[in-house]
């Protein structure tokens, strides 16, 4: 090898390093073939040295090119770089190179070198067999002038962003959000969790415009109130399972049904697909790098929890039979976060809905195809995770999640201020610990009073942001009570919060946030214990939209993207960095297919080239907002591009390039339980007494902190939350709410002490 330079790769192939005499300059250039891969790939790289690794500034960009022949398409620029902490480290695969007989260059822009790192090296990686010869290497920091920020709003509002809660409300009681791939918003209400609608039969959606401000309300054919829904490949929405049955005093709790339907954006109207295996109330839904829906958990037609994992084939356009579809016959809880990893693998991240976290340590990765779990250690009071939020930070090919906040609705303690961090690419990840979420301000029926302790939040939003950071808002102090006014944004590169302005609204349980094209941020709904509806809408505007005129990507030449592919568009002025953010389908704080890719550039004057990822791994095929971003953080207007599923990949001799991650799990290793068909669960899953009420209402059956085992003082709790007259259900009392036996709680005769 030449001087500074080190054979590199990993996986089973068979391969050669060689130097050629047939240089695009001087005497010699560099040659690596594959003649036979299962896996992995070989590359030549700079040596990772002191010596050798080329010194970088945190926060610059550098422009990287080469010269290059290739027998093979599956052949990329590869980057890796060197942290002052971790060490030496895989960064991301830059461009995919496209065959070429004769010497041609190859140029890209590398994404902003991440805060403590201090040297790169990079090279070319061949990941099928062929051969790539590399010559003639070249690395220029860029120079681009900061254009300076001008400030469009008050001094407070560029510093903190501000929030505007919209004239018009939303005429559903929607719990359940998704952003279109015509920028529109799907929001699913069924019955809104309303006893009276689901008797009734009524069941709605509306389809809001941002563009206009109006919304159009959408026949529905089921309660689609608590599904599981996501974009396919094709723009479509899947929305499966929903509420079969509001839940009996002394009966049965929530059931779940079998019924999946497709929602399109086009003609705004449901269709049926065929059913699911089994009931699902509450089920998560991830889309694979196939496009294939997988789905785990809820509850069944008859209460119990379901051990029935769920797919739906891209290419069938159907569930699959049971017999198809590999089976843990585990229970995964309700709403359970499971977040694809860059080489296919799940990882459940203990974010999950209602209740004490899965048993052993609360997160694992789930492999599909050897079907085994394996448990991951780090994840802090994991039974207080109860509608935590969970976010695979940016940029996706960095590998990160981020676990903040949440509860228990059975023991209903104070919320949480946590947050975990894990990083899939280390060989054996764990959580560890992360900054503290910000506190604000709480009303427990007094109005709002300043956090104190270690006073946190449940029903977190958790929303990805164009300039590579994330918006956490919303969330209450306890089951369905005492809403929580505070919102911060988090910086992966530096790992803070920075506390900005807080939604004037109550977002509690059944709220959502999510990304509009336009780089705002929405916010609706809140559904407290005493059954009621917020449908004031708010908008958040990040301070990034208040920093002056905004880049503007001026065309796009095709908005139909494959793998590996280099795609051009141009911009008005220079932007540093671009990115795909898959649009959100988001429910009770889960959004598990939330993601933000970064797109390395190749910038000549106006014209940008982008290079996508090969590996649909990191981005699975379907409809995504493409965001430019200029020096200080301002975004463009998304525009909408399509990515193709694994068919478009049909000329590669090779599976997209995977780099060695996660693969020295140390935790314990479970395959398929036993087969059976559900798990009995508790009828106060939700946390609800269904002794009292109509069912829409949820009397906790554990009261906060603070509140007596009392009458006098569970009623004083009640009244101050607006609960109103509650009925007994059936002739049992257990939170002794009733003592004079007169079928209503907290009467008059109930506070007599006697």
Request: net charge negative; aromatic share 8%; hydrophobic share 35%.
């Amino acid at each position: 090898m030449p001087s500074c330079w080190e054979k590199s790769g990993w996986g089973d192939n068979d391969f050669t390093f060689a130097t050629v005499s047939d240089a695009h300059s001087g005497t010699k250039a560099m040659e690596v073939t594959l003649t036979r891969r299962v896996d992995g790939d070989r590359k030549a790289l700079i040596t990772e040295s002191t010596t050798c690794a080329p010194v970088v500034t945190a926060g610059r960009q550098y422009d990287l090119g080469l010269y290059y022949r290739t027998t093979t398409p599956d052949a990329a620029i590869t980057l890796f770089r060197h942290d002052t902490t971790a060490g030496w480290q895989y960064w991301t695969d830059l461009k995919t190179l496209d065959m070429a007989a004769a010497w041609t260059p190859a140029t890209v822009r590398t994404p902003a070198v991440p805060a403590g790192t201090d040297r790169i090296t990079w090279g070319v990686s061949v990941y099928g067999t062929g051969s790539a010869t590399t010559d003639d290497y070249t690395m220029e920091q860029v120079s681009e002038p900061i254009p300076p920020a001008t400030c469009t709003g008050t001094a407070d509002e560029c510093a903190n962003g501000r929030w505007t809660v919209l004239p018009t409300q939303n005429p559903v009681r929607s719990m359940h959000s998704v952003v279109l791939n015509n920028g529109k918003v799907l929001l699913i209400a069924g019955s809104g969790n309303s006893e009276e609608n689901f008797d009734a039969g009524t069941f709605t959606s509306a389809v809001y415009n941002p563009s206009t401000g109006s919304y159009k309300v959408i026949p529905t054919p089921k309660d689609m109130f608590c599904s599981g829904h996501v974009q396919l490949a094709d723009g479509r929405v899947l929305v499966l399972s929903g509420n079969k049955a509001f839940p009996v005093a002394g009966g049965h709790g929530y059931e779940g049904y079998k019924e999946s339907y497709l929602f399109d954006p086009v003609t705004e109207t449901y269709s049926r697909t065929n059913d699911l295996n089994d009931g699902h109330w509450y089920p998560s839904a991830t889309e694979l790098g196939n496009g294939d829906i997988i789905s785990f958990g809820g509850l069944r037609e008859d209460s119990s929890g379901s051990v029935t994992a769920e797919r739906w084939s891209n290419a069938q356009q159907r569930w699959l039979p049971l017999w198809q579809v590999n089976q843990t016959w585990s229970f995964w809880g309700l709403y359970p976060s499971m977040i694809l990893m860059q080489d296919g693998r799940l990882f459940y991240s203990g974010s999950h809905v209602f209740g004490n976290g899965t048993p052993g340590t609360g997160s694992a990765v789930y492999d599909y195809d050897a079907n085994t779990t394996t448990a991951v250690p780090g994840l802090r009071n994991k039974d207080e995770r109860d509608q935590s939020a969970s976010v695979l930070l940016p940029p996706a090919q960095d590998q990160k999640v981020l676990t903040l906040g949440g509860g228990n609705i059975d023991s209903n303690p104070a919320a949480n201020r946590l947050t975990d961090i894990i990083d899939l690419k280390a060989a054996n990840p764990a959580y560890t610990m992360g900054p503290k979420i910000p506190q604000g301000t709480v009303d427990v029926g007094n109005g709002k009073v300043a956090q104190t302790g270690e006073q946190g939040k449940m029903y977190v939003s958790a929303v990805l942001l164009p300039d590579g950071k994330v918006l956490e808002t919303g969330g209450a102090l306890h089951n369905r009570a005492d809403p929580v006014y505070e919102a911060s944004i988090f910086d992966p590169a530096t790992s803070t919060f920075d506390p900005v302005a807080a939604d004037p609204e109550a977002r509690g349980y059944h709220s959502s946030a999510f990304l509009l094209p336009d780089g705002r941020v929405m916010a609706t709904g809140d559904n407290p214990g005493n059954g009621t509806w917020n449908h004031d809408v708010s908008i958040y505007t990040p301070p990034y939209l208040l920093k002056g005129s905004r880049p503007k990507i001026t065309s796009v030449i095709d908005k139909e993207w494959v793998y590996g592919d280099t795609q051009r568009v141009t911009v008005d002025r220079p932007v540093v960095k671009a990115e795909l953010i898959r649009p959100a389908a988001v429910t009770h704080s889960s959004d598990p297919n939330q993601r933000f890719v970064d797109l390395p550039l190749s910038v000549d004057g106006n014209n940008v080239d982008l290079n996508v990822t090969s590996n649909p791994n990191l981005a699975p095929p379907g409809w995504y907002m493409l965001f430019a971003v200029d020096a200080n953080g301002v975004p463009s207007v998304a525009e909408w591009v399509h990515l193709q599923g694994p068919s478009a990949l049909a000329t590669d001799t090779a599976s997209a390039h995977v780099h060695s991650f996660a693969d020295s799990l140390t935790g314990t290793v479970t395959g398929a339980d036993r087969k059976r068909t559900s798990r009995k669960v508790s009828t106060t899953v939700s946390g609800c007494d269904r002794h009292y009420g109509s069912v829409n209402v949820c009397v906790p059956t554990v009261f906060p902190e603070g509140v007596k085992k009392t009458t006098a003082s569970r009623c004083a709790w009640l009244r101050k939350n607006d609960y109103g007259r509650l009925r007994i259900n059936g002739k049992d009392d257990p939170l002794g709410l009733d003592p004079s036996r007169d079928g209503l709680a907290c009467g008059a005769k109930d506070l007599i002490r006697r």
